[in-house]
Nanobody
Framework: QVQFVESGGGLVQPGGSLRLSCAAS?????MGWYCQAPGKQRELVAS???????NYVDSVKGRFTISRDNVKKMVYLQMNSLKPADTAVYYC???????????WGQGTQVTVSS
């Protein structure tokens, strides 16, 4: 059974930075970071292929950077210039979800507040 373990969240002031980490139990071609804010649906914010090709949702372009270590099966999200609107639980998973749709980890909480 595939597992994803997210870490690195926390409470940060607006304008601050965080680095999220995700450990996957399997190697997946395209991995992504998803976020779910209170009362909202989970949405994809960034993704990366094993070759390093990346995509970002417009709201995080220029502020977030996704990266990965294929050997260690790790995916990272460097979050800079954080805004209160970035407050959410962040998860990693495959893109598209397909067979991993029910394999969510516990996520990591990011709270941006002064």
């Amino acid at each position: 059974q595939v597992q994803f373990v997210e870490s690195g969240g926390g409470l940060v002031q607006p304008g601050g930075s965080l680095r999220l980490s995700c450990a996957a139990s399997v190697s997946i071609y395209r991995m992504g970071w998803y976020c779910q804010a209170p009362g909202k649906q989970r949405e994809l914010v960034a993704s990366i292929t094993t070759g390093g090709s990346t995509n970002y949702v417009d709201s995080v372009k220029g502020r977030f950077t996704i990266s990965r270590d294929n050997v260690k099966k790790m995916v990272y999200l460097q979050m800079n210039s954080l805004k209160p609107a970035d407050t959410a639980v962040y998860y990693c998973n495959a893109v598209p979800l397909n067979t991993y749709a029910n394999s969510w980890g516990q996520g990591t909480q990011v709270t941006v507040s002064s």
